[in-house]
Nanobody
Framework: QVQLVESGGGLVQAGDSLRLSCAAS????????LGWFRQAPGKEREFVAG????????KYVDSVKGRFTISRDNTKNTVYLQMNSLKPEDTAVYYC??????????????????WGQGTQVTVSS
């Protein structure tokens, strides 16, 4: 089992920055890769970013490349999503996920085994 708890969401203005955190517990932190997904009202859940267990491999959806950065601190069992230059279209509930394949960085939600409860990010124009 892996427990994931997100924090750091909030209401910001367009152009602002936010950093989301996800604290993990349960299995050994380096035994899985991690990802962030988001879901806006009326839309399907969308992959945002992923990172392998070592942190070397990363993947982003095109719409956030150059603005968002995923990172992980294997000493703190925490994964981060630094979000800069936020846009209203980034408004969504953001979910942290864990994939028990430590070497895979997947954009498919079916590849992820555990999910956090989500944190709301709202970007006003």
């Amino acid at each position: 089992q892996v427990q994931l708890v997100e924090s750091g969401g909030g209401l910001v203005q367009a152009g602002d920055s936010l950093r989301l955190s996800c604290a993990a517990s349960g299995r050994t932190f380096t035994a899985y890769s991690l990802g962030w997904f988001r879901q806006a009202p009326g839309k399907e859940r969308e992959f945002v970013a992923g990172i392998s267990s070592s942190g070397i491999a990363q993947k982003y959806v095109d719409s956030v490349k150059g603005r968002f950065t995923i990172s992980r601190d294997n000493t703190k069992n925490t994964v981060y999503l630094q979000m800069n230059s936020l846009k209203p279209e980034d408004t969504a509930v953001y979910y942290c996920t864990a994939d028990l394949n430590p070497y895979r960085v997947s954009g498919d939600p079916r590849d992820y085994d555990y999910w956090g409860q989500g944190t709301q990010v709202t970007v006003s124009s």
